[in-house]
Each structure stands twice: as C-alpha cells, then as structure tokens.
C-alpha cells in the first residue's frame, strides 16, 4: 500500500460516520496531512451543513500549514453553489497545493468541473487512487446519478425450509423468523438507508412500524404501495413517527411493470436508496424487474413445514455470517 491508498483508506473510514444522515449527498471523508502528519480531518455534515473538506479544513489549528498540506478526499470536491458554496473554492482560498481524489464525481453539477479549477488554480491533482472502493464507499449516490434511480436493498427473513410466512395467522403481528439480533441490525440498516418500502399486505398482515426503535438513528422515509387505497389510516404506517409515501393506483398503472416506475418516482423524489421489505409479492417484482443491487436474506432456525415460499432471486454471493442462531447471506446483483 502506497502512501496516498493510505490517506484514502482513512478518508473512507471517518466518512462512514456520515451514514444515513447526510443523505441525498454522499458521505465523503476528508483527511489533510502536512509532513506526513494528519493535521485535520472531516465528514460531510447532516445535509445542509458543512461538507467533509469544509470541516477538514475547520478542524486544523494552524491554517499556515495547509500551503505546504496535502488534501485526501474520497469524492471530488464540487464546483457549484448548493446549500453551501463551492469546497473547490475553499480550497483554493486556502492555497492547498496538493489533492489526491479517489474517484470524480458524476453528478452532471460537478463531473470534472472540481478538478479543473483546482488544475486552473495550479493545484497538483491526483485522481484514481483506491478508485474501486471509493466507488463503492459512494454506491447509493453513483446509482442514483448514474442509474436514475435509487439504490435498492431487498431484505427477507426465512426458515430453513425456505418459507417468509406461515400460512396462517391469528393476530395482526409479524411471526417472527429471526432472532432479537438480527432484527436490532435491521434497524441499524433502517438508519442506514433514506427510505424504507413495504406492499399493502405486509400492512395488513403485520402492522409495522418500519422505524428504528431498536437503534439509534433516523427514521427512514415510509414506502406503502396501496394501490386502490385501501388501507384504514389506524395502521402504525400512518402515525406521526415518520414520514409516510403511499404509492397507489393515482401515480403509476399497476397493470405495467411495476418496480421501474416506482424507481422513476422515487428518483423524481430525490430518494437514493431505499430497502424492501416485503412481502413477498413486492419483493419478487422488484427481483423479477432486475432492479435490486443487494439482497440481504436471514435464515432463521425455526420450521414451518408449509406456508408462504420466500422469494426466489439469482445473484452473486459476497458474505455469509452467523448471527447468534441466524445465517445471514448477502447478495450483490452482477
């Protein structure tokens, strides 16, 4: 590992503390070294605050360093005025002479505009160092510019003889599948993402909250999908803890494909990601479409024998780990 993938590998370890809060931007880090010493380092703030250079450059003492500093940053620093001006700009003001970028920004607003001032400024400019990390770090805001749509996250929980539900119920409660720790960690995914989406039946069938009350964190946008608008306003969806967007039959034809226009809707809403949760109808749309990026299945130790067979997907293995008594698999559509 070279110096400058050193300094990066950092950038991406303080931006992850960014997740879930500075959505729709991305969750840049910022890390600033003089005589191979950190001097400073920054995240992008909750969005509308300060970007990770902005608070980079913030937290060094001695601003005479930063002439002779080099700046790290996992994306390319913007070129425009937003909800706060240019980091190229600030840059610059500061005489930093040298900025190592993992990978360009392809928002159409900033696209190679950021390194030309710098270039123009007589900035030295490094572009490219751990590219495919940064890239990944940055999936959910590459999907989104690139995609035109949101990056989508398929969870399910099922027993180990392949069902997502019993095939009855007695109560309008979910029957769980999984342990108490994989469902605090779904929460953790919950804070993680900026919207969270669920068809009419998982509504009627469970009455969730879909919330973070077993972690610290934002609540992520509601999804319904209720297509004839059917469900009574009494359900958990619809109380004050969170925003609530029902998709129904007066924004897109469910008689087409569904899933692209629910992710055309949810672009023109500047939400970049978002996690499914079921049921199973929804879910299997979304696979069937080919518009999901990962999936994260837990197999639960309990049996059904019969009941609702849990969605059936192809992609590519990236992880599998035991959690206390759970499996849980992660897939990556390739």
Request: include cysteine; hydrophobic fraction near 35%; charge should be neutral.
């Amino acid at each position: 590992m070279n110096i400058h993938e050193k300094y990066i590998k950092r950038c991406i370890e303080i931006a992850k503390n960014g997740l879930g809060s500075t959505r729709p931007n991305p969750m840049v880090g910022c890390v600033i070294v003089h005589n191979s010493i950190i001097i400073g380092e920054g995240f992008t703030s909750t969005y509308g605050g300060n970007h990770a250079e902005v608070n980079a450059i913030n937290s060094v003492v001695d601003k005479n360093l930063l002439k002779d500093a080099t700046q790290y940053v996992t994306l390319e620093p913007c070129s425009h005025f937003g909800k706060t001006p240019p980091c190229s700009d600030l840059i610059i003001k500061y005489n930093i002479p040298n900025v190592v970028i993992g990978c360009i920004d392809d928002n159409i607003k900033v696209a190679g505009k950021g390194v030309e001032k710098l270039k123009n400024a007589g900035c030295q400019v490094t572009v490219g160092v751990l590219e495919d990390e940064c890239k990944k770090h940055h999936k959910r805001f590459f999907t989104f510019h690139n995609k035109k749509r949101p990056y989508i996250i398929l969870k399910w929980a099922e027993t180990k003889d392949g069902f997502i539900a019993p095939e009855t119920k007695k109560e309008q409660k979910p029957v769980w599948i999984s342990n108490e720790y994989s469902r605090q960690l779904t929460h953790k995914w919950r804070a993680e993402e900026q919207a969270i989406l669920v068809g009419t039946n998982t509504v009627l069938q469970d009455n969730p909250s879909l919330t973070v009350r077993d972690w610290t964190g934002q609540n992520p946008i509601r999804i319904v999908l209720d297509k004839n608008l059917k469900l009574p306003k009494n359900q958990a969806v619809f109380n004050d803890e969170a925003q609530t967007m029902v998709i129904s039959k007066n924004n897109i034809d469910f008689s087409k494909d569904v899933a692209i226009q629910i992710c055309d809707l949810l672009f023109q809403k500047d939400i970049n990601s978002v996690i499914i949760e079921g049921g199973k109808h929804t879910l299997q749309t979304f696979i069937d479409e080919n518009l999901w990026d990962e999936a994260r299945i837990f197999t639960g130790d309990v049996q059904f024998n019969k009941g609702l067979k849990a969605p059936h997907l192809h992609g590519k293995l990236i992880s599998e780990e035991n959690i206390k008594d759970d499996i849980l698999k992660t897939y990556r559509n390739d």
